[in-house]
């Protein structure tokens, strides 16, 4: 299995382009089952949950094929409206096939995600919204058994504001007899894009972006031509590498409107920050101040940049507490960065963070996407060389990690640990 080398030590410069958005393209690869036909996306994301997508789409019987950051998708043949216990345990966000699947078949089979690296992740929304347009779900050997005559629209209040929930019903309502309304919707930017496509496919949708979204369903839907936002966590990692080596880079290509708040923090933390028609660039010569973030929904700090924050301050000139209030259990990273020499502490859902004044290399372990993350620039800044293993994890969301890297000034490599896990 592969792991990294990373000697720590050098300052991040130069510029790095910004790849599309993980978390927007896959509903997006989904939401062509809507209707049958020919689909050209641009900008999507070489990662392997992409390809994960693509093999459950191709399962459901749609030809997928990217060449370089296009993909073609065609849905005309897609008949068999299934996805395995295999692919959906690797990945969580094949739940977004059952709206789509559910809209134009009237079926679906969809394996139970069931729990993830830290602890469970309930789909309970997604079903109750399913139900709401009218399906008959069925829970049966792991299973999601969901069945309807043509769905009917509704008015759903979500008690938890859940992005996936959100768009998966968002999807299923599109093709609904009468309207939708979602109440307590999530306002992610990458719902927005989601959104967006569906219209461009025919949909009826407005509240995009805020809590209420409205969709009204339409006969049928077609096929399109879209481009995936930027991704904004791929962003803000850098920008927290570029702080944690005491570097100075520019982003190119990235979506400054999305990363508001965590721009705000980065800019308490003593970074100076300028957006110019260039990009976005970062700077940070200076001592890292300690600075409290807490997590929330957009536009809040989002928790898919909280094992970041957690390494940045782990150097800070200080102390901070990190809250992480949308999963009070996503503290993998804590333990790893403590092998690394960092003052932190978990109690509940909070970590207590002392700085020091210097990491040490380590041999340490990926346990999840971003906590694998906050690996990678802690031992960008620790003093020695630093192996993180299981770096699997961290390929399923940061497109050419190593190469981008290099490219920024780091001593970086990647090479077999020769560990069969
Ligand atoms: C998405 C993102 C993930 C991000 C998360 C929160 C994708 C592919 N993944 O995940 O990177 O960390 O948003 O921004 O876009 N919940 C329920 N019942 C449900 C669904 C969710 O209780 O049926 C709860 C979750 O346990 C969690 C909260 O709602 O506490 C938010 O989860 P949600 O927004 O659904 O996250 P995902 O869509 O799974």
């Not at 690296?117 to 709401?132: N, Q």
């Not at 949909?203 to 209420?212: H, Q």
């Not at 940061?398 to 069969?420: N, P």
Request: charged share 25%; aromatic share 6%.
């Amino acid at each position: 299995m592969d792991k990294f080398i990373i000697e720590g030590g050098t300052p991040l410069k130069g510029e790095v382009e910004i790849s599309g958005s993980k978390n927007a393209a896959l509903p997006i690869i989904t939401a062509c089952l809507l209707a049958p036909g020919e689909y050209r996306l641009h900008n999507i994301p070489k990662l392997r949950d992409v390809r994960t997508i693509a093999h459950l789409m191709r399962i459901i019987g749609a030809k997928v094929e990217l060449a370089e950051h296009t993909m073609l998708v065609d849905t005309s043949h897609a008949d068999f409206p299934e996805a395995p216990y295999e692919l959906v345990k690797t990945m969580r966000a094949s739940i977004y096939v059952l709206g789509p699947l559910l809209a134009r078949f009237g079926r679906a089979r969809v394996s139970l995600p069931g729990g993830c690296a830290w602890g469970p992740r309930p789909v309970d929304l997604h079903l109750k919204g399913m139900e709401s347009l009218g399906a008959k779900i069925e829970l049966d050997q792991g299973y999601i058994n969901a069945r309807s005559k043509r769905l009917a629209g509704k008015q759903i209040y979500l008690d938890v504001s859940s992005v996936g929930a959100t768009g998966n019903i968002m999807m299923a309502a599109t093709l609904a007899k009468g309207t939708t309304l979602i109440e307590n919707a999530a306002e992610e930017p990458e719902i927005v894009n989601l959104g967006e496509f569906l219209i461009r496919m025919g949909a009826k949708i407005e509240g995009l972006g805020s809590k209420r979204i409205h969709i009204k369903g339409v006969e049928s839907l077609h096929p399109t031509e879209f481009s995936i936002i930027p991704d904004r966590i791929e962003s803000g990692t850098y920008l927290a590498a570029a702080m944690i080596s005491r570097g100075e880079i520019t982003l190119k290509g990235c979506e400054p409107g999305h990363l508001s708040e965590v721009l705000a923090k980065f800019r308490e933390a003593g970074a100076e920050i300028n957006i110019g028609e260039s990009g976005v660039q970062l700077a940070a010569a200076g001592a890292i101040k300690p600075v409290n973030i807490t997590t929330a929904v957009y536009p809040g700090y989002p928790t898919d940049m909280q094992a970041q924050w957690v390494a940045l301050m782990s150097i800070a000139a200080g102390s901070s507490v990190v809250t992480d209030t949308i999963y009070s259990d996503r503290f993998a990273h804590v333990p790893e960065l403590q092998r690394l020499g960092a003052d932190v502490l978990q109690k509940g859902n909070s970590v207590f963070i002392r700085g020091v004044k210097k990491l040490k290399g380590a041999p340490v372990m990926s346990t999840d996407l971003r906590a694998s993350a906050s690996l990678v620039l802690a031992a960008l800044a620790a003093e020695g060389v630093s192996d993180i293993h299981r770096v699997y994890h961290i390929d399923r969301g940061y497109e050419a990690i190593v190469d981008k890297l290099k490219k920024l000034g780091a001593k970086i490599e990647r090479a077999d640990d020769g560990m069969q896990y």
